[in-house]
Antibody, heavy 115, light 107 residues
Framework: EVQLVESGGSLVQPGGSLKLSCVASGYTFSNYWMDWVRQTPGKSLEWIGEINTDGSKTNYAPSIKDRFTISRDNAKSTLYLQMSNVKSDDTAIYYC????????WGQGTLVTVSS | DIQMTQSPASLSASLGETVSIECLASEDIYNNLAWYQQKPGKSPQLLIYYASSLQDGVPSRFSGSGSGTQYSLKINSLESEDAATYFCLQDSEYPPTFGGGTKLELK
């Protein structure tokens, strides 16, 4: 059974940094691209970006580019989202997802940006 | 970015009724559309992909249709467990974009 478990969400001040993790199990992690998607308090969903199987290629939403970095450690079956220079608009639940159409989602981790 | 306009924002229906939710894309997305169901406190769950293909395990009372820029999700014979928020997604072009959601309430 595919499982995706996010962690690392917390309260962070504007301008600060945070690193989220997503541990995958139940499938061969290194064979699949992975994505991050977030959901704002108003419930809007936004795609953040994706990473290829070996971590050599990433794509990001224009609104995110240059502030967030997606990476992965295939030996640990773990996906990461490094967030920097965060803003109040980054307050959201962050999900890691698997497969086209985001067929699998984790339970999400909450990031709150506030002073 | 392709804009996805979803309607209605909310609707109320009775058990056993049939409802439809619409998504209008700002340009042709060539059936590259998915529908999700999200219940409070849970992650979105994939219902439909490629506009009309039913995801494994999803009840057959859910169906999708449409083409070009106009797509719809139909739920037949509403059951209490269908109370949720529904979202559409286009992944025809980067970045993938979601509709604003439709909250379905059961009377």
């Amino acid at each position: 059974e595919v499982q995706l478990v996010e962690s690392g969400g917390s309260l962070v001040q504007p301008g600060g940094s945070l690193k989220l993790s997503c541990v995958a199990s139940g499938y061969t992690f290194s064979n699949y691209w992975m994505d991050w998607v977030r959901q704002t308090p108003g419930k809007s969903l936004e795609w953040i970006g994706e990473i290829n199987t070996d971590g050599s290629k990433t794509n990001y939403a224009p609104s995110i580019k240059d502030r967030f970095t997606i990476s992965r450690d295939n030996a640990k079956s773990t996906l990461y989202l490094q967030m920097s220079n965060v803003k109040s608009d980054d307050t959201a639940i962050y999900y890691c997802t698997l497969l086209r159409w985001f067929a699998y989602w984790g339970q999400g981790t909450l990031v709150t940006v506030s002073s | 970015d392709i804009q996805m306009t979803q309607s209605p924002a909310s609707l109320s229906a009775s058990l056993g009724e049939t409802v439809s939710i619409e998504c209008l894309a700002s340009e042709d997305i060539y059936n590259n559309l998915a529908w999700y169901q999200q219940k409070p406190g849970k992650s979105p769950q994939l219902l439909i992909y490629y506009a009309s293909s039913l995801q494994d395990g999803v009840p057959s009372r859910f169906s999708g249709s449409g083409s070009g820029t106009q797509y719809s999700l139909k739920i037949n014979s509403l059951e209490s467990e269908d109370a949720a928020t529904y979202f559409c997604l286009q992944d025809s072009e980067y970045p993938p974009t979601f509709g604003g959601g439709t909250k379905l309430e059961l009377k």
